[in-house]
């Protein structure tokens, strides 16, 4: 706990951090890595520390004992109770579960684990989800490989993320070629346009020509001149 800290935690993950506060730019520096901005008013900025923000964290190297210790050192009134537990057991379960390719079969997907137990445990959820689930071994399941986005947004869901080094297969080779063109349509794709605009030019200057031709000879009402004897 810090008396003095920019922010204030609550139990519920969510973070205050107080904008006047001379600590304020570099509390906000810290707090990026690892939660969420959920709002900016004048006065206080929301911020919230989710699985997926302490994911990325732990993507960048970040450990919960250097997270928690982040927290306690902004907290102004110090970090609720359980909290800390709850970042170490999110943290925890990061780089747990990987999906591979089945080399022998392409039309599948390897999701592996570092731990018997985690994968008794999601079995028991994935079995209903209807993705094709496949116990292979102790620490290996196997899937469709049409099923991948679903399986890791359902594994997110359960609160366990996935590192994907499945990678693709290469697809089929699209054959490109240039068409080719005979010498009169050559000519007209390269002198076509060109030839087009001095007509147009041409067709500009008599248009003026004949405007003044046909103002010159404008021929004018004779003025009939009475004679009053």
């Given at each position: 706990?810090?008396?003095?800290?920019?922010c204030?935690?609550?139990k519920?993950?969510?973070i205050?951090?107080e904008?006047a506060?001379p600590?304020?730019?570099e509390?906000?520096?810290v707090?990026?890595?690892?939660?969420?901005?959920?709002?900016?008013p004048?006065?206080?900025?929301?911020?919230?520390?989710?699985?997926?923000?302490?994911?990325?964290?732990?993507?960048?190297g970040?450990?919960?004992?250097?997270?928690?210790?982040?927290?306690?050192?902004?907290?102004?009134?110090?970090?609720?109770?359980?909290?800390?537990?709850?970042?170490?057991?999110?943290l925890?379960?990061y780089g747990?579960?990987?999906?591979?390719?089945?080399?022998?079969?392409?039309?599948?997907?390897?999701?592996r684990?570092?731990?018997?137990e985690?994968?008794?445990?999601?079995?028991?959820?994935?079995?209903?989800?209807?993705?094709g689930?496949?116990?292979?071994?102790t620490l290996?399941?196997?899937?469709?490989?049409?099923?991948?986005?679903?399986?890791?947004?359902?594994l997110?869901?359960?609160?366990?993320p996935?590192l994907?080094?499945?990678g693709?297969?290469?697809?089929?080779?699209?054959?490109?070629s240039?068409k080719?063109?005979?010498?009169?349509?050559a000519?007209r794709g390269?002198g076509?346009?060109?030839?087009?605009?001095?007509?147009?030019?041409?067709?500009?200057?008599?248009v003026?020509?004949?405007?003044?031709?046909?103002?010159k000879?404008?021929?004018?009402?004779p003025?009939v001149?009475?004679r009053?004897?």
């Amino acid at each position: 706990m810090n008396g003095s800290g920019a922010c204030i935690v609550r139990k519920d993950r969510s973070i205050l951090l107080e904008c006047a506060h001379p600590g304020f730019e570099e509390a906000r520096r810290v707090l990026a890595v690892f939660a969420e901005l959920v709002k900016s008013p004048p006065g206080y900025h929301t911020y919230r520390v989710t699985p997926l923000s302490l994911w990325n964290a732990g993507a960048l190297g970040y450990t919960a004992a250097q997270i928690n210790d982040s927290l306690n050192a902004l907290a102004r009134l110090g970090v609720p109770a359980g909290l800390e537990e709850e970042i170490t057991l999110l943290l925890s379960r990061y780089g747990r579960l990987t999906l591979h390719g089945a080399d022998a079969d392409p039309g599948r997907i390897l999701l592996r684990t570092d731990g018997p137990e985690l994968l008794d445990e999601l079995e028991c959820h994935l079995t209903v989800t209807g993705l094709g689930w496949e116990r292979t071994a102790t620490l290996e399941a196997r899937f469709p490989a049409q099923e991948r986005g679903l399986l890791k947004q359902e594994l997110t869901r359960l609160g366990y993320p996935v590192l994907d080094y499945a990678g693709y297969h290469a697809g089929q080779t699209l054959q490109l070629s240039w068409k080719k063109e005979s010498g009169e349509q050559a000519g007209r794709g390269a002198g076509g346009g060109l030839i087009k605009g001095l007509e147009i030019e041409r067709v500009k200057v008599l248009v003026k020509v004949l405007v003044k031709v046909l103002v010159k000879k404008r021929v004018r009402r004779p003025q009939v001149l009475h004679r009053w004897n």
